[in-house]
């Protein structure tokens, strides 16, 4: 293996010490992201009640959004979603909404 440097290299590929590639194409509008949070809120129901609290928190987020036209709060967002990560069981449904607001939001 090379421990050739390389350095800020620009261009399409985008390799370089400081780039990262964005693979998200911007975010989905914020009404798909409210239905995603209550779909999770309502799996969480159904398969792990005592995480409910934090699916209402992400709902409220984005409810809080809308309301403000600022954006979600993230760092909100994300603290409810690592528990859930935590919470949940492999193969829910909880745990695959989790997944794709976690890919959505970029975090």
């Known amino acids: 293996m090379s421990t050739y440097d390389y350095g800020h290299v620009n261009g399409p590929g985008q390799y370089g010490e400081f780039v990262g590639?964005?693979?998200?194409?911007?975010t989905p509008p914020?009404?798909?992201?409210?239905?995603?949070?209550?779909?999770?809120?309502?799996?969480?129901?159904?398969?792990?009640?005592?995480?409910?609290?934090?699916?209402?928190?992400?709902?409220?987020a984005f409810a809080e959004s809308a309301d403000d036209g600022l954006p979600p709060n993230r760092g909100?967002?994300?603290?409810?979603?690592?528990?859930?990560?935590?919470g949940a069981s492999a193969g829910?449904?909880?745990?695959a909404y989790t997944?794709?607001?976690?890919?959505?939001?970029?975090?």
């Open 30 to 60: 914020l009404e798909a992201l409210i239905a995603v949070s209550a779909r999770l809120t309502e799996a969480l129901r159904r398969e792990c009640p005592g995480l409910v609290r934090q699916g209402r928190i992400i709902e409220a």
């Open 92 to 95: 829910t449904a909880s745990l």
């Open 21 to 26: 590639l964005d693979l998200t194409h911007g």
């Open 76 to 86: 909100r967002i994300r603290t409810a979603l690592d528990d859930i990560c935590i």
């Open 99 to 107: 997944r794709q607001l976690v890919q959505a939001l970029g975090l």
